[in-house]
């Protein structure tokens, strides 16, 4: 009896099947990929974004700045404290009005409660601190908060994918919604679900954010990507979150 | 004859955007499903079209079609084989279908190769030009007429 209502209930949830699958066909991209690139995902002695993570462990208890003061000094122990953070971002900062990404909350907090030089955009420190926190939700599902101004950020967002862009004139949807699993050339094209970020990509032959990603996807359509934290981005981040809600963290994931 | 007014229609909707030279003569008319004459007033080469359509960065073709093009590994399936596409189509119907087949299918993913104008936020190294010249997109439409099945 238990047994079974617990089962109805995860099938529920789309939390059934193999990890990063939803009973609705949504899937990570994961799972597309070969074989020898998934285990060197699930291998963390082959994945090489583990480097990332790794640094970004020194650095979370490292003191910086003026204030003389490292994360854990005022978050503790990231492996409790930083649980199921990345999986509930980007969030809404009342105090800004604002969406915050991940990235960007860490940046924040670089300037304003260290009082250190900021982090630029895919600097490798603050990929490393993105990288080990987002770590602590690895097999969490993705659980995007309810709040007015997000809501509106998302819709922002979904228009955003949306929209046809650039001089080939297509939409984030037209590939991820429309095309996804046919073949681009010779790439199968991803359902685009951020449940890996940040990622070690084989053709960057380095560790990158979602932000990197969808200006690359931008660029691939010709369009004028929008600079890095940019609204846009973050809004397109969150509506992507919200269409992989339940999803499970993979962070950091391995992709071609 | 049937499709006189919505010929003159669509080539008023065209005329301005389209990436003609002003220099060639007649402006371009939708006669049917085509867009009859070459507006460079010279033939396409074929060789030349071929090696645009299979080029990754030129004709970007193959990233959506596949086709008789066994040197080529990593063709897409988004769209119709273009084998056999010049027994389906004449010439003035290949061309209207590059230079902008959004007027046979207003939500085609294929875009028009011929137009600059109804864009959004193009970036800076592509903004105001066609995908292809018009000479690029005569050579691509002799290649394509070849392509017989």
Known sequence: MRASLVVAVLALAGLLGPPGRAADGRRSDAEAMSPALRAMQQDDAANPGMLSVLDGEALWSAKAGGAGRSCADCHGDATVSMKGVAARHPAWDAGRGSAVDLAGRIALCRTERQDAAPLPPESPDRLALTTYVAHQSRGMPIAPPDDSGLRETRARGRTLFTTRIGQLNLSCATCHDDLAGRRLGGTPIPQGHPVGYPLYRLEWQATGSLQRRLRNCMTGVRAEPYPFDAPELVALEAYLMERAAGLAMETPAVRP | ?149
């Open chain 2, 1 to 149: 004859m049937r499709t006189a007014s919505l010929a003159v229609g669509l080539a008023a909707a065209l005329l301005g955007p389209l990436a003609i030279p002003s220099r060639a003569a007649p402006p371009p008319r939708i006669e049917g499903q085509a867009l009859p004459g070459s507006p460079t007033g010279r033939p396409g080469d074929p060789a030349r079209g071929r090696a645009i359509v299979v080029d990754r960065t030129r004709g970007l073709c193959l990233l959506c079609h596949s086709g008789p093009f066994p040197d080529q590994p990593f063709q897409g399936d988004l769209s119709p084989s273009l084998a056999g596409a010049g027994s389906r189509h004449s010439p003035g119907e290949l061309r209207l279908r590059i230079v902008d087949g959004r007027v046979l299918n207003p939500d085609t993913i294929m875009p028009s190769y011929g137009r600059r104008d109804g864009l959004v936020r193009v970036g800076e190294a592509w903004r105001n030009r066609p995908i292809l010249a018009p000479d690029e997109i005569e050579d691509v439409v002799a290649f394509l007429a070849t392509l017989r099945d």
